[in-house]
């Protein structure tokens, strides 16, 4: 009787391990693309106008030169799952198309990835992030908004 019981565990651990894959789904859908897998640092974010907020006379259009406070990574894990945390900026209209722009705390989430050779799509974290477009080795959150809109986030992979 023992070695009967023995023989369905090994039995169903078989059939468990073989049916567990990430390559499981959708018949004729790709894998995911690995390549993304690590820690991404938000390397710019950029605005629709050269600004020199901190005013120090020189005006660029990537406020991480402008604003010391701005910060953020993406972990996109072997699971398919990612992790988020970025700085809030918030950006308002002064005159003349001149704006400010703060740090305001921090934005989190979390959820599921999925990526092609091409861009890298997020499911949870509510609007946090939904797409981003991969580019040589940037990762590229294209909002494409005016100011006192952000017109792009980009990320890179950050090297051992």
């Given at each position: 009787?023992?070695?009967?019981?023995?023989?369905?565990?090994?039995?169903?651990?078989?059939?468990?391990?073989?049916?567990?894959?990430l390559?499981d789904?959708?018949?004729?859908?790709?894998p995911?693309?690995?390549?993304?897998?690590?820690?991404?640092?938000?390397?710019?974010?950029?605005?629709?106008?050269?600004?020199?907020?901190?005013?120090?006379?020189?005006?660029?259009?990537?406020?991480?030169d402008e604003?010391?406070?701005?910060?953020?990574?993406?972990?996109l894990?072997g699971?398919?799952?990612?992790?988020?945390?970025?700085?809030?900026?918030?950006?308002?209209?002064?005159?003349?198309?001149?704006?400010?722009?703060?740090?305001?705390?921090?934005?989190?989430?979390?959820?599921?990835?999925?990526?092609?050779?091409?861009e890298?799509t997020?499911?949870?974290?509510?609007?946090?992030?939904t797409?981003?477009?991969?580019?040589?080795?940037?990762?590229?959150?294209?909002?494409?908004e005016?100011?006192?809109?952000?017109?792009?986030?980009?990320?890179?992979?950050?090297?051992?």
């Amino acid at each position: 009787m023992k070695a009967i019981r023995l023989s369905v565990v090994f039995v169903l651990l078989a059939i468990l391990s073989n049916s567990c894959s990430l390559d499981d789904g959708v018949e004729g859908t790709p894998p995911p693309n690995f390549e993304v897998i690590g820690l991404w640092d938000l390397v710019e974010v950029n605005v629709s106008t050269p600004q020199d907020i901190n005013m120090d006379g020189t005006a660029s259009t990537n406020l991480m030169d402008e604003l010391e406070c701005i910060t953020g990574s993406l972990l996109l894990n072997g699971d398919l799952v990612w992790t988020f945390e970025q700085s809030e900026i918030i950006i308002t209209t002064i005159t003349g198309n001149m704006f400010s722009a703060v740090c305001n705390g921090t934005i989190t989430g979390t959820g599921n990835w999925f990526s092609d050779e091409t861009e890298v799509t997020f499911t949870g974290g509510g609007d946090v992030l939904t797409l981003l477009s991969i580019s040589g080795d940037q990762l590229v959150n294209d909002v494409g908004e005016d100011l006192p809109g952000i017109q792009s986030f980009v990320y890179e992979l950050r090297q051992p």
